[in-house]
Nanobody, 124 residues
Framework: QVQLAESGGGLVQVGDSLRLSCAASGRTFSGYSMGWFRQAPGKEREFVASISKSGDSIYYADPVKGRFTISRDNAKNTVALQMNSLKPEDTAVYYC?????????????????WGQGTQVTVSS
């Protein structure tokens, strides 16, 4: 089992950047593919980005392609989400998740471990 804790959320202006971090503890971090998801008020949780165990395979949701970058540091047991050119529609609670699938996936149902989430609010 792995425990996850997100940090780095906050209130920013349109066009600003923010870097989220997720620290993992417990079982070997490099044994998990990692994902970032988000949930806006009144909406279902949606996929944002995912990265394979070694970091060599990455997927992004279309709304964040070219603006967000996911990365991981297996030596430090962390995964990050660099968010640039933020828009009001990026406002949500952001969650990191861990799963044991060989390849990173976009489905939340393939990630059994979740953090508590961190709020990102983009003000116009």
């Amino acid at each position: 089992q792995v425990q996850l804790a997100e940090s780095g959320g906050g209130l920013v202006q349109v066009g600003d950047s923010l870097r989220l971090s997720c620290a993992a503890s417990g079982r070997t971090f490099s044994g998990y593919s990692m994902g970032w998801f988000r949930q806006a008020p009144g909406k279902e949780r949606e996929f944002v980005a995912s990265i394979s165990k070694s970091g060599d395979s990455i997927y992004y949701a279309d709304p964040v392609k070219g603006r967000f970058t996911i990365s991981r540091d297996n030596a430090k047991n962390t995964v990050a989400l660099q968010m640039n050119s933020l828009k009001p529609e990026d406002t949500a609670v952001y969650y990191c998740a861990a799963g044991s699938s060989r390849y990173p996936t976009t489905s939340e149902f393939t990630y059994p471990y979740w953090g508590q989430g961190t709020q990102v609010t983009v003000s116009s």
